[in-house]
């Protein structure tokens, strides 16, 4: 069952929540050993989640649109009184206070949090190999990584381990696992879901996600996570378009322009690229019509990006400091300590980031790295908001290849970093995008097609994900 | 890399940086993230071909202004849960090693 | 002596000011002085993995009523940014602050009739406090230190001038006004010796008011205006003996040590000057709209300057007096409320109750004015008393004590007592007879002696009469018949 089924039979009381939860328990307990894409599973907690839905609907109340659907949480997600890691060891032990929003917004909506997903350590990565708790490995083939950060999540649904996932996506870490695991994989607009209770990466390219094994699915658990949120100041406060109602509206007469840089440019493995070129064909099928654009500073994006994530980055994890918190190495004195804690807490993706970031806002390279970097960033947004006068939605791949092996890009950061270069432009504007699984490449390996909107327009995007979806092979 | 264009960053200012971000770094490290960064400065020196004068720059992708909240008390975490967290604790505050040098 | 004539100083000061909001400044925990350690905190203000600041909407309302006080600039947009450096009273280890973009730009104040310029004045968070434990409780050499982040958060407003102050007497007289403008607009309890308002002093020297400033050290850790005081003077000559004997100023900080009546350097931590500064992508820019500052301007009551004059003016008054009513919380409104109530008496000799036996028991009790028996109408009361000569000023201290101890009306302590001055002067004729007559050789003496001798035994059968009396002889009168019969 898919996830609205799942909602709609426990609703109706057909099936108990109960029993929905013992099925993908089942299925967990049988497979992640393998994959290793949970890193908790919190069993009790989730039988008992889920009898308090059994009992409303007993009740005769209704849990709400999640009713008994069980979600995965990606391992940066706060919830009061459960081990939070971000796959980091600094964090050691910590069980935060409070509980973010969304996991609030997903039980309010009689949803089931089953467990913490692993991801790359402070969801820097694309391939979940720098989770301080091991790699999360791909479930079509478990010598290929599920891609990152939010591999976990996305492993889990392709792994049916739950119908529904959230993860966080600062540079495309929901899009491309999604892409790599053959799953569907939102990133909303900036603003659309409160960040309140993710930890930080990124905080002017950080949003949370949804995945789910279909378009439905995710529409779903997107509607459910949208909306204001007074503690987080750059939640958007206007009144939403929730893109369930509209699913099913069709593309004619859509404009669908096709992003020649980032769909024709070097590193795009050819069978991405006629994925990409085949939805495009799909959509004018069903009445789109389709012109190949161009976006220019598209190409500096991983720049910039890679310059902005770091530095904000180098701030968000300066307060991992042995103090408050998590782990401690002693040392003589504070600095020492300090020097300690985060050497020995830290792995080396995250230690780069920082090292970068810091680098980047230092005196006497400020104007030459991180000023520059916003001003790309300024040009990339222009060019989106050129194109999109004349486009309603944008198609490129996701991932400029299908999911690689463990190791095959450990050895060189900027191997790993170019794996982004199609998801990064969007997280610079603060666009949604959201990628749909296009059939599999020579190596039966899941192929994902990228969608792009302007901002807050996720119910026209939802609207070409379904007939892509429809469409795929 | 860090070879072909020595002057991208060198070991001094990775030591330097380190001590910023408070990074107790090993002598091995130094000498990786040396050569790393190298190459990802100078990849970010692409940014240099393009003309951005008059552009203004993007800190934030969200046109919001005055987001703000009312000036009213709501409660406190449990002093017990917060101190619960922290590595080391004496009379209800959080014990760190001496600290040698005033903010 | 010679040196403060020969090197001109250069002053610049840094005024920190916590606001007297109910919160914290981007979290919803209380803002409150002396809680018990750690009790005052939440994601936010500790700083906790995933937790977001917003902005509380009073402290924008503060600074903009400042501005409306002193005359800021107002720029369209104003932005946080991070203050990046390690420090464990820091709970992000950054600070939010404003940076290139603060809310308030290019102020005024009149000090004394000089006016001196302000360059900025943003709002930041504050800091939790660390105690450093073992070996003398200094940082230095203490073995270890505890925090608390009750006042992480809370919010300040640092409020820069311009190096436009060049003695110490003027640096004293900036902050008092500052702070008696930062008190009349409400937005803060500017205690010094509490921490709510703390100040750093930039001091440079140079020979000539033509010169190039020279390097400045800063000075922290004045807590009072005494101590600001002395520590400018102290910097001067130092600076001054330094440049006489060719030595040249390092640019540093100093810390005062009031104890030892000194300034010494403090060890800065390693690339103290690299913060690394960047927007703060948490939270979105102010922007004042034009409604707000209408509304400020609206309700901003009457500034400290116009006021002293309003009540030299009306009252007669001097200024030392006016400055007192003005710069103690709430005395101004005491004395204008009873003032107002005055059936006949003297403003005169309500201000003198007011700067004289009130505020001598507030400092003495620690009360606020909110906090005492006697209300105003009370004390309009006791100042008619004294205005009918029912009450002489000494009788009128002994019936306010004890007043203010239950709230008792004056008139009945003067009936319950039998305080009223005696003014009839066929019982003061007869009290100095009986004075005269029991001390015949101080009367002779008085007659024999010259002028000093004279006023001490005049002086002395005064205070006898006056004992007599039991201190209720209407000194006026007694001094006249006493003369009388001296001739």
């Known amino acids: 069952m898919n996830a609205i089924e799942i909602a709609a039979s426990v609703r109706a009381g057909e099936v108990s929540a109960r029993e929905v939860v013992e099925g993908y328990l089942a299925t967990i307990d049988a497979g992640n050993g393998e994959l290793n894409a949970l890193l908790l599973v919190g069993e009790q907690a989730a039988r008992a989640a889920a009898d308090e839905v059994d009992a409303a609907v007993a009740a005769g109340n209704d849990p709400g649109p999640l009713a008994g659907v069980p979600v995965v949480l990606k391992d940066n997600l706060c919830q009061r009184g459960v081990v939070t890691t971000c796959g980091s060891r600094i964090l050691e032990g910590w069980r935060p206070p409070y509980t973010a929003t969304v996991v609030d917004a997903v039980t309010r909506a009689g949803g089931i949090p089953l467990g913490k997903a692993n991801l790359d350590e402070f969801a820097m990565g694309s391939s979940t190999e720098n989770s301080a708790f091991g790699p999360t490995r791909n479930p079509h083939d478990s010598t290929r990584v599920p891609g990152g950060s939010s591999g976990g999540s996305a492993a889990c649904v392709a792994a049916k381990f739950a119908p529904l996932a959230l993860g966080s996506d600062t540079g495309g870490s929901i899009r491309q696992p999604a892409a790599l695991c053959g799953v569907v994989g939102v990133k909303p607009t900036y603003g659309r879901v409160s960040r309140y209770g993710l930890v930080a990466f990124a905080s002017s390219l950080d949003q949370i996600g949804p995945f789910g094994a279909s378009v439905t699915d995710a529409a779903l658990l997107l509607d459910v996570i949208s909306g204001h949120d007074r503690r987080d100041s750059t939640s958007i406060p206007e009144t939403l378009t929730p893109v369930s109602p509209t699913l099913e509206n069709g593309v004619a007469k859509l404009r669908v322009g096709v992003i020649d840089e980032l769909t024709n440019g070097g590193g795009v493995a050819l069978e991405v690229r006629a994925a990409v070129l085949a939805a495009a064909a799909a959509l004018e099928a069903a009445g789109a019509t389709i012109e190949s654009v161009s976006l220019p500073s598209t190409q500096f994006g991983l720049s910039a990006y890679y310059m902005i994530a770091p530095a904000e980055a180098s701030s968000n994890l300066a307060r991992y400091d042995g103090v408050r918190y998590g782990l401690r190495v002693e040392g003589e004195n504070l600095a020492a300590m300090n020097e300690r804690t985060r050497d020995a807490g830290f792995g080396p993706e995250v230690k780069r980031r920082i090292m970068l970031g810091t680098y980047a806002l230092s005196a006497g390279y400020y104007d030459a790295y991180y000023g520059r970097a916003q001003r790309v960033r300024t040009l990339i947004t222009r060019d989106f908001n050129r194109v999109y006068e004349g486009c309603d939605v944008l198609l490129s791949p996701t991932s400029p290849t299908t999911a690689f092996k463990l190791g095959d890009r450990t050895a060189d950061p900027m191997t790993m970093y170019q794996s982004d270069v199609c998801t990064i432009p969007t997280n610079l504007a603060g666009h949604p995008a959201m990628s749909v699984p296009w059939g599999t490449g020579a190596d039966s390996m899941p192929v994902g097609v990228q969608i792009l909107a302007p901002a807050l327009a996720e119910a026209t995007m939802f609207r070409v994900a379904r007939v892509v979806e429809d469409a795929a092979p | 890399m860090a070879d072909e264009n020595p002057t991208a960053i060198t070991r001094a200012e990775v030591e330097h940086v380190a001590g910023l971000a408070r990074l107790g770094l090993s002598a091995d490290e130094v000498d990786r993230l040396t050569h790393e960064l190298a190459g990802i400065l100078i990849h970010a020196r692409d940014m240099g071909e393009l003309d951005l004068s008059g552009v203004e720059p993007t800190s934030h992708p969200l046109p919001l202004v005055n987001v703000v909240r009312p000036d009213e008390i709501s409660p406190s975490l449990d002093r017990d849960e917060v101190l619960a967290a922290a590595p080391a604790v004496q009379d209800n505050q959080f014990r760190v090693p001496r600290i040698l040098e005033a903010p | ?487």
């Open chain 3, 1 to 487: 002596m010679s040196t403060k004539t020969q090197w001109m100083p250069v002053i610049g000061l840094e005024v920190h000011c916590e606001l007297a909001t109910n919160t914290k400044l981007f979290c919803s925990c209380a803002n409150a002085f002396g809680a018990p350690p750690n009790t005052n905190i939440c994601p936010v203000c500790l700083g906790l993995p995933g937790s977001l600041p917003v902005l509380n909407a009073r402290a924008v309302e503060f600074s903009l009523r400042l501005a409306e006080a002193l005359n800021f600039t107002v720029p369209d947009k104003s932005v946080f940014a991070r203050k990046n450096y390690f420090y464990p009273d820091m709970p992000k280890d950054y600070q939010v602050t404003q940076f290139e973009l603060p809310i308030l730009q290019a102020g005024v104040i009149d000090v004394d009739g000089v006016t001196i310029g302000i360059e900025r004045a943003h709002l930041e968070e504050d800091t939790g406090k660390s105690s450093h434990m073992g070996g003398g409780g200094r940082i230095h050499d203490a073995e270890y230190s505890l925090v608390d982040y009750n006042r992480a958060g809370v919010p300040l407003l640092e409020i820069v001038s311009r190096p436009d102050i060049r003695s110490a007497e003027q640096a004293r007289g900036y902050v008092s006004e500052l702070r008696a403008v930062l008190l009349a607009i409400g937005v803060s309890d500017v205690k010094m010796e509490e921490g709510s308002m703390r100040v750093d002093a930039n001091i440079s020297l140079r020979a000539s008011e033509a010169d190039e400033f020279g390097t400045k050290v800063e000075i922290k850790n004045m807590n009072s205006l005494r101590s600001l005081g002395r520590a400018i003077d102290h910097e001067i000559d130092r600076q001054a003996e330094a440049l006489e004997t060719g030595e040249t100023i390092i640019q540093e900080t100093r810390h005062w040590d009031e104890n030892e009546n000194r300034t010494s350097g403090m060890r800065s931590k390693e690339g103290s000057s690299d913060y690394r500064y960047f927007p703060e992508p948490d939270l979105v820019p102010v922007a004042p709209t034009a409604e707000q500052r209408a509304a400020v301007r609206d309700s901003l009551p009457e500034l400290p300057a116009r006021r002293r004059e309003r009540l030299i003016e009306a009252w007669g008054i001097t200024l030392p007096d006016a400055r007192i009513l003005v710069d103690v919380p709430g005395l101004a409104d005491y004395a204008e409320a009873a003032v107002a109530a005055l059936a006949g008496g003297a403003a005169r000799d309500v201000v003198n109750l007011c700067t004289g036996d009130l505020l001598a028991y507030l400092n003495e009790t620690g009360r606020t004015l909110a906090a005492i028996a006697l209300d105003p109408a009370g004390l309009a009361d006791l100042a008619d008393l004294i205005g009918d000569g029912t009450l002489s000023r000494s009788l009128a201290q002994e019936v306010f004590a004890a007043c203010v101890a239950d709230g008792s009306s004056p008139r009945a302590v003067v009936a319950e007592k039998g305080l009223a001055q005696v003014s009839d002067t066929g019982e003061l004729g007869t009290i100095l007879d009986a004075v005269i007559a029991a001390n015949a050789d101080a009367v002779a003496q008085y007659h024999a002696g010259d002028d000093k001798e004279r006023k001490k035994k005049r002086g002395f059968l005064m205070g006898e009469a006056m004992k007599a009396s039991k201190g209720q002889g209407n000194p006026q009168l007694l001094n006249q018949l006493l003369d009388e019969r001296l001739v």
